[in-house]
């Protein structure tokens, strides 16, 4: 299992479209993929999951990873959060 | 209790609809905080017995309160407030709309108490603050799942990404049962010790169906397609079909579900082609609720009974020859 803490950059935060995108991409991994915000962990395969954090821009979030493939999805997802979910130019 | 909850303002059971709050005194001191679920009736306490009056407790006055301190000779009803205000409590809510003395205020008001009248009875007065306040303090854990309610029952149907949770869910809603939570459901321990489960606000009334999106179950069936909360009865959990696992022939498995420190039952069902699960959840219900009610299964039955079960083909011996 490993963590990585995750800063939020884009400016609506984890809303719908942003939760969609990281949902797909967690999916695309056999490993679980966790998301944890105060005290709140959610499976990021979980569009609906990902949506109740409500996490906003400025938010660190802790993301967490098991399975064979961990390190890919880390970094994977670690690249969503900071391109900003390629929202923003 | 969850101790590292620190309390809630009593500004926010203030504006608690179902409370019925009508007049607030010393207004300023709203900002106290409620650090315990269980509101508390002074009683002998203002008679200076102290002891149990607890700190952080929410104090409710009915007419009994009211006329004791009403009866006591002039003086004395200082000396009794004096004590009991003193004790710092966080506020106090006086039931029935009975009019605070202005001699309660002003002792209240020395001792940073607000105090708030309220229109019901003192019974469904702590009855609905006690629901709330213990909502507000219970543990929560949060459960992937969706939750339902099926024939009056708390069902939450679990299982690994991708197995067709939603889908099930969105049959059963078809079918006219109600949708609590999707995906996630947040769940507390209410004041019966019993388990409860409701969504977050972000998603409530949300589902999501891969190929649709995420669809609002309130605007497309209706009010009556969804529940603010449920007490949770039964799990169900659907894992993929295993032809090597060995699953319940003769409805004889009783497994357990661990949460909170409490158990609900639990019930696997395998998904395979051909198999409609909402109907087996239907029936597996119908199952659950009859066995609930104390009818026999069939296995009990045969146990019972000396006599060959039910159904069996020896029964019918005569027939055959």
Same mark, same amino acid.
Request: glycine content about 16%.
């Given at each position: 299992m490993i963590e990585k803490k995750q800063q939020i950059f884009n400016?609506?935060? @984890?809303h719908a479209r942003a939760a969609a995108k990281l949902s797909h991409l967690a999916n695309m991994f056999s490993a679980d993929i966790y998301l944890i915000y105060n005290d709140d962990k959610v499976n990021a395969k979980s569009l609906l999951g990902i949506l109740t954090l409500a996490a906003s821009v400025g938010n660190e979030i802790m993301l967490q990873a098991a399975g064979a493939d961990e390190q890919e999805a880390i970094q994977a997802i670690g690249d969503l959060f900071d391109r900003k979910f390629d929202e923003e130019i | 209790m969850a101790k590292d909850v620190k309390g809630i303002q009593l500004s926010r059971v203030r504006e608690l609809n179902q409370l019925k709050i009508t007049r607030v005194f010393n207004e300023k001191w709203l900002p106290n905080l409620v650090k315990h679920p269980r509101p508390q009736r002074p009683g002998l306490g203002l008679t200076g017995y102290l002891k149990h009056i607890q700190d952080g407790r929410i104090q409710i006055f009915g007419k009994t309160e009211a006329g004791y301190l009403s009866n006591l000779k002039e003086g004395e009803t200082g000396r009794c407030l004096k004590n009991y205000f003193s004790l710092k409590l966080p506020g106090v809510i006086v039931a029935e709309n009975i009019e605070p003395a202005a001699e309660w205020i002003a002792m209240a008001a020395r001792y940073s108490t607000p105090i708030l009248v309220s229109a019901l009875h003192t019974a469904p007065l702590i009855s609905r603050l006690s629901a709330y306040l213990y909502q507000y303090f219970s543990k929560k854990i949060k459960l992937n799942g969706v939750l339902m309610d099926v024939m009056g029952q708390g069902v939450l149907i679990t299982g690994a990404s991708g197995i067709g949770k939603s889908e099930t869910a969105l049959e059963l809603v078809n079918k006219g049962y109600q949708l609590i939570a999707d995906d996630v459901a947040e769940f507390y321990i209410d004041s019966n010790d019993d388990l409860v489960g409701r969504a977050n606000e972000a998603i409530k009334n949300l589902m999501e169906v891969r190929g649709l999106g995420i669809i609002n179950i309130n605007d497309i069936?209706?009010?009556?397609?969804? @529940?603010?909360e449920k007490k949770l009865n039964l799990v169900i959990n659907l894992e993929k079909w295993d032809a090597k696992k060995k699953y319940d022939r003769l409805g004889e498995d009783n497994q357990c579900f661990k949460i909170l420190g409490l158990e609900v039952p639990l019930l696997t069902l395998p998904v395979g082609p051909g198999r409609n699960l909402s109907t087996i959840i239907e029936v597996a219900l119908r199952n659950f609720l009859a066995k609930k009610s104390g009818r026999p299964t069939y296995l009990e039955a045969c146990q019972t009974a000396?006599? /060959? /079960? /039910?159904?069996?083909r020896e029964g019918a011996g005569g027939e055959a020859t």
């Open positions: 400016k609506l935060g @984890l | 069936f209706g009010a009556s397609a969804v @529940l603010e000396s006599a /060959p /079960p /039910p159904g069996n």
